[in-house]
């Protein structure tokens, strides 16, 4: 079977990091991806990772570790409008995309 | 199209009704997928197409349920005999190559079966 672990909630204040992470257990992986959505809004792309290590882009990083089945979100510099769910979404080998069940960040002035 | 669109936005029906709902993705996109998302879930995979091939419907709960994309652009996710258990926002995406790249998401429909 497809798994995935992600907190279900996760609290932080302006202009502070923070890290989300995901487990994952699954057959034919060939990549992790995070997406993040607002409340009542659509699912958006924020990262892809197919190889071992850090991608940066902009205040959000993601990382992968293949050999541990695992993975996070790394968001600096908070805003309020980082304030959504975010999900961790495994891609596999079938071509189909399988989602976490999501983490409710909530930033803090 | 600037983006993906899906009709309608909202349908409610009557238990036992079917229902049809349409997904028009980006213009050019290979791969278009379906996802079922209850509130305070991640999307749930329906299935997928390339083109107008369905490559996988392993996530359709039942025969109930069928999809269809018979010219690779246009998408209908039909549910037959409709039960209150299908209540559900329905959320469609289409990515340009399917290759693990971004799958770009609908406004999605919600669907009430009373």
């Known amino acids: 079977g497809q798994s995935l672990e992600q907190p279900s909630e996760v609290t932080a204040v302006e202009g502070a990091i923070v890290q989300i992470n995901c487990t994952y257990q699954?057959?034919?992986?060939?990549?992790l991806s995070w997406y993040q959505q607002h409340d009542g809004g659509a699912p958006t792309f924020l990262s892809y990772?197919?190889?071992?290590g850090l991608e940066e882009t902009g205040r959000f990083s993601s990382f992968l570790s293949r050999s541990d089945s695992y993975g996070y979100l790394l968001l600096q510099e908070l805003q309020m409008k980082d304030s959504a769910s975010y999900f961790c979404?495994?891609?596999?080998?079938?071509?189909?995309?399988?989602f976490g069940q999501g983490t409710e960040l909530s930033v803090k002035p | 199209g600037a983006g993906v669109s899906q009709s309608p936005r909202y349908k409610v029906t009557k238990r036992g009704q079917d229902v049809a709902l349409r997904c028009d993705p980006i213009?050019?996109?290979?791969?278009l997928y379906w996802y079922r998302q209850a509130l305070g879930q991640g999307p749930e995979f329906l299935t997928y197409?390339?083109?107008?091939?369905?490559?996988?419907k392993s996530g359709l709960p039942n025969d109930r349920f069928s999809a269809e994309r018979p010219e690779g652009s246009i998408s209908t996710l039909t549910i037959q005999r409709t039960e209150q258990r299908d209540s559900a926002m329905y959320r469609c995406?289409?990515?340009?190559?399917?290759?693990?790249?971004?799958?770009?998401f609908g406004p999605g429909t919600r669907l009430t079966v009373l």
């Open positions: 979404a495994v891609y596999n080998q079938g071509g189909k995309l399988i």
């Open positions: 197409f390339n083109y107008e091939a369905q490559q996988d």
């Open positions: 699954t057959s034919g992986f060939y990549g």
């Open positions: 990772n197919a190889l071992d």
């Open positions: 995406a289409s990515s340009s190559s399917g290759q693990g790249d971004e799958q770009f």
């Open positions: 213009s050019g996109h290979v791969s």
